[in-house]
C-alpha cells in the first residue's frame, strides 16, 4: 500500500495534508524518515512512525459512543455539531460513519465504524436486530397499549410497522418505559407513542442486538468495541 494512503486510512488527514507531513520528515518507515508519500510499505510488517507514534494498520474500525443530546447524528453539517465532533482528530478521520439514527435530543448507544456490511446488517429489518429504548412518556400506560404494539401499530401517516415490544416500568401520568422495535423509521419511538395517545419527554437507548451501553460510559465519550463486544453486536 502507498504510504499516503495508508496515512489517510489510519486517520492523519487528507491527501494533501499527510503529503505534508511526509515532506515535512515527520514520517519514518522502519526506522527511516521516508520523504516521498507513494513510497509503497507492507501494513502488516513495516513500522510506520509519525512523529514518533506508531501506527498500525487496521482495516475496519467500531466504536461504542454514548450520544448525548444536543448532537445530530451525521457526519457532517454545516449549522449544527454531529457526534463526529465528539471524536479526537485522528478516529474523525476514519471515514466512520454512525450505524442508524438518533433524533438530535435523543442519547444513549451509538455505534460507528467504516465496516458498510456490518452497518448495513445491522439496520435490515430482515436482520430482526432488536434496538431497545428506553422512554420517559407523558400519560398512564397500560395493557392496551401493549398489545397494540404487539400487533403492529398504523401511523398517523398510514405507514404501518412491525410488531415492537413495550413493556412498563412504572405507569401514572408520567411512565417509564422499555421500547424493543427492529426497524429505524424517521421518528419511530415518537411516532410510536403519539399512536396511542402518549408524548416521549425523553429518550435514550439501551440496548442494539445483545450489545448494551457499557453503565461506565459517560455521555459524549466514547471506545473502541471490545471483540467480546463486537461479537454480540453481530450475532
Known amino acids: 500500500m502507498r504510504l499516503d494512503r495508508f496515512l489517510v486510512h489510519t486517520g492523519y488527514g487528507s491527501r494533501s495534508e499527510v503529503q505534508k507531513l511526509v515532506k515535512q520528515g515527520k514520517v519514518t518507515v522502519k526506522g527511516e524518515v ?26 475496519f474500525y467500531y466504536y461504542i459512543l454514548y450520544k ?33 439514527r438518533l433524533d438530535k435530543d435523543t442519547e444513549g448507544l451509538l455505534i460507528l465504524t467504516n465496516d458498510g456490511q456490518l452497518n448495513h446488517a445491522l439496520l435490515s429489518p430482515k436482520k430482526h436486530v432488536d434496538k431497545v429504548y428506553y422512554a420517559k412518556l407523558e400519560g398512564e400506560v397500560g395493557r392496551e397499549d401493549i398489545e397494540r404494539f404487539r400487533e403492529g401499530l398504523t401511523l398517523e401517516d398510514g405507514t404501518k410497522l412491525q410488531p415492537a415490544e413495550l413493556e412498563i416500568i412504572k405507569t401514572g401520568a408520567e411512565s417509564e ?46 471506545r473502541p468495541l471490545t471483540s467480546e463486544e463486537l461479537e454480540q453486536l453481530s450475532k
Do not use: W
Not at 513510497?39 to 498500525?56: A, C, F, H, Q, Y
Not at 451525521?74 to 454512525?98: F, H, M, S, W, Y
Open 34 to 59: 521516508i520523504k516521498k508519500s507513494d513510497t509503497s510499505i507492507n501494513v502488516l510488517e513495516d513500522e510506520v512512525k509519525v512523529r514518533g507514534e506508531n501506527v498500525s494498520y487496521q482495516e
Open 68 to 100: 448525548p443530546a444536543g448532537y445530530i447524528t451525521a457526519t457532517e453539517d454545516l449549522r449544527q455539531e454531529t457526534v463526529l465532533d465528539l471524536l479526537d482528530p485522528i478516529d474523525r478521520n476514519k471515514g466512520l460513519c454512525p450505524v442508524g
Open 177 to 222: 418505559v422499555h421500547v424493543t422495535i427492529r426497524e429505524g423509521k424517521f421518528h419511530q419511538v415518537k411516532r410510536m407513542a403519539l399512536a396511542v395517545g402518549k408524548k416521549v419527554i425523553y429518550l435514550k437507548r439501551i440496548q442494539m442486538g445483545r450489545l448494551s451501553l457499557p453503565s461506565d460510559l459517560e455521555p459524549g465519550a466514547y
